[in-house]
């Protein structure tokens, strides 16, 4: 079953499962209307203070209790820039600017965080450090000191930085 949607949006008539569009999605056998299962989308943000990195600890599943780059999901209507300067702020109680687009990850994989994963690199402009939300820490981190590291992509980023090879 493609998505998992029983019911239409538009008519409430039941959802089927057929190949169209290159592939099997859900849709009415009454009104013809088409499920798209859209992917969600992560932006998070890689923040420096000299030679240390900030990482948050996740409280939450998948990953809880290991350590992630500040961020969340892209909500509908919202730029990821925004997003990931909201998130920033609501995680760590630091407020951030974007400075430029580090990289875009995608793990298929990730079905129940996000697979498409937007990485920014920040900087801080002012707040007060403050673990909130949805995490239980925040804390920066020097590269020879660094605790147990949540998602791949994450992992990845800190690797071009200690190898010093982000560009
Ligand atoms: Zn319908």
């Known amino acids: 079953m493609a998505g998992g949607i029983n019911y239409c949006v538009r008519c409430g008539a039941p959802m089927e499962d057929?190949?169209?569009y290159g592939r099997v999605r859900r849709v009415c056998g009454a009104c013809e209307h088409v499920h798209f299962d859209d992917p969600k989308v992560?932006?998070?943000t890689f923040i420096r203070n000299g030679d240390k990195v900030l990482l948050v600890k996740r409280s939450v599943d998948p990953e809880r209790g290991k350590w992630a780059l500040p961020g969340g999901y892209v909500d509908a209507g919202e730029a990821p820039n925004a997003a990931a300067i909201?998130?920033?702020l609501e995680e760590t109680g630091l407020e951030i600017e974007i400075?430029?687009?580090l990289d875009v990850f995608f793990t298929p994989n990730h079905i129940?965080?996000?697979?498409i994963i937007i990485i920014y690199e920040g900087r801080m402009i002012g707040g007060h450090l403050q673990a909130n939300d949805d995490v239980e820490e925040a804390a920066w981190y020097t590269a020879d000191n660094l605790p147990s590291i949540a998602f791949e992509s994450t992992q990845q980023m800190i690797n071009r930085w200690v190898n010093n090879a982000w560009g």
Not at 112 to 115: D, K
């Open 18 to 20: 057929r190949f169209i």
């Open 42 to 44: 992560a932006a998070v």
């Open 86 to 88: 909201r998130e920033a």
């Open 99 to 101: 400075v430029r687009l």
């Open 112 to 115: 129940r965080v996000a697979p």
